[in-house]
């Protein structure tokens, strides 16, 4: 599986835990899915069941979903990230399903089983053909018309164009960081739309750029990632 020996280490060697929800997860939720309003009073978007978060490391929006009253799934390549996940949530008392899976692979999950499916930074760490899979492993399991939340690395981010190319704005990662060795793809219009096909149909996208000061260099940095909403058609 692509990747998997990176984020195997990555995870076993605690890099990337990740402990609250992304902004962008809780930030769709509330636009796209429900809103709270009080302790115990929502203000509902789109009637949903059940949630998949693809490439859930090691478990944060899944524990997030759940507390939002969702029957809440993730799937995740690294078995570390898993187990982490897995004593955590045990640890903790929170409810989710955990499981070790590739997203460019068949998912074990029956045919329109989610009604929301979120993949925040896993399809642009992957060449567009395996990404393409998981697309339709995606529209596989979503029910229609369901919704899929996704994130994309920006073209227009300081660090494209670095690292040995590998084809279209696709990069392995060098360095001596955490990531090294890993693919980055970085999307533009034109990737977006031959990602998302005649599978699904954007509702929402956004350009979020985020910028961190460096003091060790002494430079901004800056990161640029798409933020997608669709519905599959």
């Known amino acids: ?3 998997q020996q990176i984020w195997n280490r990555v995870y076993g060697e605690g890099f990337m835990t990740i402990w609250s929800p992304p902004e962008g997860t809780i930030q769709f939720t509330a636009r796209h899915l429900k809103k709270r309003l009080t302790a115990d009073r929502f203000q509902e978007f789109f009637p949903a069941k059940r949630v998949l978060d693809l490439g859930c490391g090691n478990g944060a929006a899944v524990s997030y979903f759940s507390k939002m009253g969702y029957e809440a799934f993730g799937i995740d390549l690294s078995a570390p990230a898993i ?3 897995k004593e955590w949530f045990a640890r903790e ?3 989710g399903d955990l499981r070790v899976g590739s997203a460019a692979e068949t998912l ?3 045919d329109g089983y989610f009604d929301v499916v979120t993949c925040f930074g896993v399809l642009d760490h992957m060449m567009m053909d395996n990404a393409k899979r998981a697309l339709a492993e995606v529209d596989r399991v979503l029910t229609k018309p369901g919704r899929f939340f996704l994130t994309l690395a920006d073209t227009q981010s300081k660090k494209f164009g670095e690292g040995t190319c590998v084809g279209r704005n696709s990069y392995i990662l ?4 955490y990531e090294a060795g890993a693919v980055q793809h ?3 219009e034109r990737d977006i739309r031959d990602l998302l096909g005649n599978r699904f149909r954007i509702i929402d ?3 979020v750029v985020q910028e961190k000061y460096n003091p060790e260099f002494q430079q901004l940095y800056w990161s640029s990632r798409w933020h997608i909403v669709t ?3």
């Open 174 to 177: 060098e360095g001596d960081w």
């Open 93 to 95: 008392g929170l409810i």
């Open 186 to 188: 970085y999307f533009d």
């Open 83 to 85: 187990e982490i996940g």
């Open 108 to 110: 074990p999950y029956t």
């Open 1 to 3: 599986m692509e990747g």
């Open 231 to 233: 519905e599959k058609v």
């Open 205 to 207: 996208l956004r350009r």
